[in-house]
């Protein structure tokens, strides 16, 4: 498996109006105030620096960056965000199309985002676990496992608002993509458990890996590479050996068993599919990690002896498989010769910003600005805190109790969204899990999530034409809008689809996302 995949299989491993807030800040947070940025001339108001963990040894810092909303309606709300890795930074996040600025092309000059969420509420980056991005970490490196990555967080949120006491009353919204699926929801119990004075409004994550991890992956990519063969160039005779395995390993049941709503029961998944199945056999890491069980498959053969005979991958290895054919095809291919796990769509003139965020992050006067001076190179995702926690025991899926008790017993709203562009955690596993929960007395969506939204329209209201057409009359329909999407909603849980996008969808998608943010994750509750 490819190392990108990596950053996410670690879990599967079993086992203007600056008076808003400033009038609220006290004299404590002055010496956290960003006076000015190297590059951009104007900012919304801005703090930002480390903060100790309390209770943790000394030198477990996180560094967050505090914006102040731009628009006063808004300034009930704040939006905490999260990248994932575990181990990478959410100044990726901030810099990639939700934040107030992004980079000019392949280049550090700055531009300002007009989509910045910053418009939406006062917004909250944390580079989290300690040792993250911009954060500091005692050495040996501290954190053993989820457990501690999330009262180490909850701890430190106490700490933030002792310095910002006014935000400690607003509406918090917790946002995040990939591994944040996992850090999200035990962060939100974590603090419903320890406070109730903190107003846990919403719970968003994109791509994320809340589900069991065999239905995520193994479960759904043999589906998903059908849906995208032409943009993925996965010739007929791969894609009939990976529609044989999803006969065999007993997928397409569960994917049929799936698509009828309401759900008729849980799905179970037979097996142990590569090991990824709740609480089976753990994972061989050292092989995964070291690329020994990829045999670069390209032919037919060596894709049916990959998924079907692969002692190292564990049974049914059509995941694995997937990853390692995509890599090796595109190894060898002038078209596809950029692939990329995290959006299909690419191709070799895309530009990769982890590079510019090393590049622009790691300057001496951009740290100072920043009140981390001093602070050495910086890199957006830190491969210690990948292993360490890739090695420790997995947390159980959040999708298993976590979320279904946030929802129903902390009324606290759910809303989880997918880039169809993405392979890594693909729409269709997401799909499948939502499905197999159970929240507020009832099992998944009692209709499938085909209503349109629109780019400026995250949540049209309903009508009986869009529930029950297909979504390509409904495009007819509203020729003059295209659709940005399908969603639903149920108890309290949303679910969006967004076309043309991968696995951070505002990359791709800044203004739909602006608009989901706005419509959906802030947009006062209807219960
Ligand atoms: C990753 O984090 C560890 C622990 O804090 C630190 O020792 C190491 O220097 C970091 N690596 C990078 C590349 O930032
Ligand atoms: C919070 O409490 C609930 C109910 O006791 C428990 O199931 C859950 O695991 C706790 N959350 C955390 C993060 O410890
Ligand atoms: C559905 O949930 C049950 C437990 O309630 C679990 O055993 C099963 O593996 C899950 N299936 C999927 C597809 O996630
Ligand atoms: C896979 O292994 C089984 C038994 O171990 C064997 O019968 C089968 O021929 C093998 N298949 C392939 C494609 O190598
Ligand atoms: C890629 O091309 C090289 C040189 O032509 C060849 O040796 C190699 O086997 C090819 N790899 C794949 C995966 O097709
Ligand atoms: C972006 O710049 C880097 C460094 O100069 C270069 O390696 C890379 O190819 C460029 N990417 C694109 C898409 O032009
Ligand atoms: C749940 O939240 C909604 C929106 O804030 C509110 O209208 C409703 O009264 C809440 N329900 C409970 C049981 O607290």
Request: with cysteine; net charge negative.
């Amino acid at each position: 498996m490819n190392i990108p995949a990596l950053l996410y299989f670690f879990n599967l491993l079993w086992t203007a109006p600056s008076v808003v807030l400033s009038r609220g800040v006290g004299t404590k947070a002055a010496q956290f105030k960003v006076h000015s940025l190297p590059g951009i001339a104007s900012l919304p108001s801005s703090w930002a620096g480390r903060i100790p963990v309390p209770g943790a040894k000394a030198g477990n810092e996180i560094f967050f960056w505090l914006f102040e909303t731009e628009q006063p309606a808004y300034e009930d709300n704040l939006i905490i965000w999260f990248n994932g890795g575990p181990g990478c930074s959410s100044l990726i996040g901030l810099a990639t199309g939700n934040g107030p600025f992004s980079f000019d092309g392949n280049s550090t000059n700055l531009v300002r985002n007009p989509h910045s969420w910053t418009q939406l509420g006062n917004v909250l980056y944390v580079d989290q676990p300690v040792g993250t991005g911009l954060s500091a970490a005692s050495s040996p490196y501290p954190v053993r496992d989820n457990g501690q990555v999330t009262e180490n967080f909850a701890a430190w949120l106490h700490g933030f608002f002792d310095y910002f006491p006014h935000l400690k009353s607003k509406q918090i919204h917790l946002m995040g993509e990939s591994y944040a699926g996992i850090y999200i929801p035990y962060i939100a119990s974590q603090l419903v458990n320890s406070s109730a004075s903190l107003n846990i409004a919403s719970m968003s994550l994109g791509d994320g890996s809340w589900g069991n991890a065999a239905a995520m992956s193994s479960v759904a990519i043999g589906r998903y590479i059908r849906s995208k063969s032409t943009l993925l160039d996965v010739p007929d005779e791969i894609l009939s050996v990976f529609e044989e395995a999803d006969e065999s390993c007993g997928f397409n049941g569960v994917l049929a068993e799936s698509a009828i709503y309401p759900p008729q029961g849980t799905f179970a998944i037979p097996g142990n599919p590569e090991f990824f199945n709740l609480k089976r056999r753990r994972r061989d890491l050292t092989n995964a990690l070291t690329a020994a069980c990829d045999i670069g498959p390209t032919t037919p053969e060596e894709v049916r002896t990959s998924i079907f005979n692969s002692t190292c991958y564990g049974p049914c290895a059509t995941f694995s498989t997937a990853m390692d054919y995509m890599t090796a095809k595109s190894a060898n291919s002038s078209t596809h010769g950029c692939y990329d796990v995290y959006d299909i769509s690419h191709d070799c003139s895309s530009i990769s910003p982890l590079p510019l965020l090393a590049e622009y992050f790691s300057r001496t006067d951009v740290q100072a600005a920043l009140h981390v001076p001093h602070n050495g190179p910086y890199s957006a995702c830190n491969s210690t805190i990948l292993g360490t926690l890739l090695a420790a025991p997995s947390p159980v899926p959040p999708e298993y109790f976590i979320m279904p008790d946030l929802v129903t017993n902390h009324n606290i709203s759910l809303h989880l969204f997918s880039g169809e562009w993405d392979m890594l955690i693909n729409h269709l596993g997401a799909e499948l899990s939502l499905q197999n929960m159970t929240w507020r007395g009832a099992q998944g969506f009692a209709k499938p999530p085909n209503q349109l939204f629109y780019a400026d329209d995250a949540a049209p209201s309903t009508t009986e034409n869009a529930i029950h057409a297909p979504a390509t009359t409904m495009v007819a329909a509203t020729s003059t809008a295209k659709a940005a999407g399908t969603w639903a909603a149920e108890r309290g849980v949303s679910y969006h689809l967004f076309r043309e996008a991968g696995h951070s969808v505002f990359v791709n998608k800044p203004r739909e996302m602006y608009s989901y943010v706005r419509d959906v994750v802030v947009a006062p509750r209807t219960g």
